[in-house]
């Protein structure tokens, strides 16, 4: 049975942030944790990296307020200081992310699942971390001849239908950069293997609201991928198979499920929701 490795920065956004910061106000919860965990996101948006004065500007609170929250936060290892008193997130949220990618992962099989019944074609679901695409979630398709990734694989953005829909937001600089840092190498000889060719690949999603990779990362096998519109985290769902399969004439009856799909389990995510549309 053939099989695919489907191998199929960030700059703070004031208008998340001032959503952020009204959830808290109106939750009714425990306003240090709100504010540490507000201050964890906005260290996050600003690349992991920050000066106490840099997370004063963006938050509002007083350097006093965020000195002591801060100290807090290293004292439990979620974040460390470095020599030069700036700020970055700390290697024990490394644990809670992978955990949390993995029911990630489970939220999005029954979405997958549909996808799977209406396309016929593997479906997966993956994350933008750091300068690395991984795969979260995959249910297979039931033809003899389908498409194989496994699961927690991370592969280069550049020659992938789901990378190019999780970068296809970013600012051409943030993208010219991140590829500047892994490289461009060329699985095949279809593979964009160019900064401008890529941003070109980028400019066509945003006007034809998919992803493609067309031999691209393996000949004979096309993957055609979505984003998860207001996922807390960047993620894309796409389905892979054949050439011979994911034709044009399918990839416009596809298309519209998948959106369909993608805000569903949006819908889901946000409200912690667990069962399948």
Known sequence: MPSSDRRDSATADPASSDARASTAASSGGVQSLERAFDLLER???????????????????????????MRTLV????????????????????RLGESSSRLLGTW????????????????????LDGDEVVYVAQVPSRHSMRMFTEVGRRVLPHSTGVGKALLAGHPPEEVRAMLARTGMPAATERTITTPEGFLAALEHVRTAGYAMDDNEQ?????????????????????????????TEAATDKFVPLMHEV?????KALASNGTSGG
């Open 75 to 94: 004292a439990c290892g979620y974040v460390r200081q470095h020599p030069n008193r700036r700020y970055a997130l700390g290697p024990r949220l490394i």
């Open 108 to 127: 999005a099989r029954p979405y997958l699942s549909r996808l799977v019944e209406e396309t016929g074609e593997t479906a997966n679901m993956a994350l």
């Open 218 to 246: 393996e000949l004979g096998v096309r993957c055609i991928a979505v984003p998860v519109p207001d996922s807390p985290t960047a993620a894309a769902i796409s389905i892979s198979g054949p050439a011979g399969r994911v």
């Open 262 to 266: 993608a805000e569903q389990l949006s």
């Open 43 to 69: 260290m996050a948006d600003a690349g992991g990296e920050v000066g106490l004065s840099e997370l004063s500007g963006s938050s509002g609170l007083p350097l006093p307020t965020i000195h002591r929250l």
